[in-house]
DNA sequence: TAATTTAAATAATCTATTCTTAACAAGAAT
DNA sequence: ATTCTTGTTAAGAATAGATTATTTAAATTA
């Protein structure tokens, strides 16, 4: 290895010596005997070929050289310091940045809840909130670009292999309805309803919208047959225009408590249909795993998990 | 001793990989085994408790932890090649100080012409003359403010013997008259003639005027039969009162060259009497010689020694 | 898919640093 | 003069770090 001419150590013992003015103090300070200082410092000055110190005297003088060295070794030894500190920081989550993959309607109604109460435990770590389709997060997850992720939406499959797919929760699509609408009464309603029904639907590019047509197929429903009235490209439009009266439609619950809670729309119960997916946590696990994303993904998730999430079993 | 979390090898390997993007070239890169980079960095994430490379991939990434370190790495790792470009520069005097005491008469006529010399072959070293008594100057010289010093006059005994004194060059005190003076015919006076001059000498605290005095009396003169005009503070005044015909005067030779050789003074021979100092060159053996004082004392100084100057004696 | 290649990790051995203890030398303080 | 302190020198011991050889894992190629 082509030798630099100093070591940390040798720095720190000029410095040592410097500050006490003698071979023997700087030793004590540093808990090594008196002989190990002076070895270091004579290599020093042999490899520097100066002299640093001028042993003559009462105390231990620097000479010019040594002065100038000296000045460039306490910059040098701050700027290990700070290293540390920047790095026991991040150790104990103090910094760093932690990278968040989530749908449209995960990153909305669920992720800034969780953030909120991670980032209550560690304000200093900054967080971002990357919202973007299921295949995409996928992708970014692949390649390290994202720290985790939580998707309702189906993984292409080469990634289904390589990414670890951790089920969180169940997310209930619910059917909600115009708190005037006639078939509010009805306790429950049957799959047969829904053919009566005007849809306010998300567009279909959606990973939502695919998610509730496959979910409706796969349980029977023919649903060119559904009327949709017309296709927004955002729950909350959706939501507006439901509650305006413009039709039903299948939306995350997640999305609705508050309207439910204020009782500004209507969820109703259909008696032979469930449409549910399933909200899975997904990371890389051949990619190293931040401090930060640890943390979230043991203390943080577990909390909006659902009982039968693995991530509940504690 | 309390250890550091990091080696500046350790860095360097670090700075290594992350420009190479690989454990084997930064190994190439660095004359060592790829083990011996695979170890280091291994002690080094054991030692700062974070994973710095992530060698899932085809290349070697730096974490969040390990680019965080990088940037300390680099700042640390220019510091450290500062310092060492600064300790050369100073090792071939491309930079230091170098700090020579005078007495009034070398300071005025000697020095800046050696110094003129040594700036030639090393313009960055800054150079210091001090010109004191001789007495404060051997002072300095012993307590190191002053790395070298030539000196006419006579130390106080407890310096002699701290000190290393050189003889270097024997200073020959010359009587000017002025050009148009009734003795100027003369090809020689004698001592019995100075009783007829009329002198303009240096004030009485000088060291110059102590040492012509101390000369003229060991050589058997009557000091005080000599008619002294007036009392000056500086040579030039007194090469100027000189050449204006208001008296006699022991100058040093090195200080009427310029005169002599426009002949505008005149310099008088005397038979019976030579007014001789020995310049010395007086440093402090026990304390650091600057690499500077080195080449000083050893390049610049003999081409100014008289002959038998033990610095003549290559 | 298997085979080849390449990079990195691991293990065992060996070398070289760098401590420590001990003995010594030089100055300062008593 | 001698005692104490401080630093240097020298020899042995402990440790850190490098090397070679081998294993593991991933990526390229056939």
Redesign the interface.
């Known amino acids: 290895?082509?030798e630099?001419?100093?070591?940390?150590?040798q720095l720190?013992i000029l410095k040592a010596i410097a500050a006490e003015g003698s071979f023997k103090k700087a030793a004590d300070l540093?808990?090594?005997t008196q002989p190990a200082v002076s070895l270091q410092i004579q290599n020093l000055e042999k490899q520097?070929?100066?002299?640093i110190f001028?042993r003559?005297g009462r105390k231990a003088?620097l000479?010019?050289?040594g002065r100038?060295?000296l000045e460039?070794?306490e910059?040098?030894l701050n700027?290990?310091d700070?290293?540390?500190k920047?790095?026991e920081d991040?150790?104990s989550l103090k910094?760093?940045?932690l990278i968040i993959g989530a749908s449209q309607t995960t990153g909305t109604y669920l992720m800034p809840r969780m953030i909120g109460l991670f980032r209550q435990s560690y304000p200093d770590v900054s967080v971002q909130l990357k919202v973007h389709s299921t295949r995409r997060t996928g992708w970014s997850v692949a390649n390290?670009q994202i720290d985790l992720a939580i998707i309702g939406g189906q993984l292409p499959g080469d990634l289904e292999n390589l990414l670890q797919i951790i089920p969180y929760a169940t997310d209930e699509l619910a059917l909600v309805l115009p708190i005037r609408h006639h078939l509010t009464n009805k306790k429950e309603l049957l799959k047969e309803d829904l053919y009566k029904l005007n849809f306010v639907t998300l567009d279909s590019q959606s990973t939502t919208r695919k998610v509730v047509d496959k979910l409706l197929k796969d349980s029977g429903l023919e649903i060119q047959r559904l009327k949709i009235e017309m296709e927004l490209n955002s729950l909350e439009a959706i939501k507006n225009a439901v509650q305006a009266g413009l039709g039903a439609s299948f939306v995350p619950v997640v999305s609705i408590e508050r309207e439910l809670a204020g009782g500004t729309i209507h969820k109703a119960k259909i008696a032979d249909l469930e449409v549910k997916r399933e909200l899975k946590l997904i990371t890389n696990p051949?990619?190293?795993t931040?401090r930060a994303s640890q943390v979230f993904k043991k203390n943080i998730l577990p909390q909006f998990a659902s009982l039968d999430s693995p991530l509940r079993k504690i």
């Open positions: 290895m082509p630099l001419p100093f070591t940390l150590d720190r540093l808990y090594v520097l070929e100066i002299t001028d003559g003088l000479t010019e050289g100038l060295l460039y070794c910059r040098i700027q290990c700070e290293a540390c920047a790095i991040l150790n910094g760093g940045t390290g051949s990619r190293y931040s």
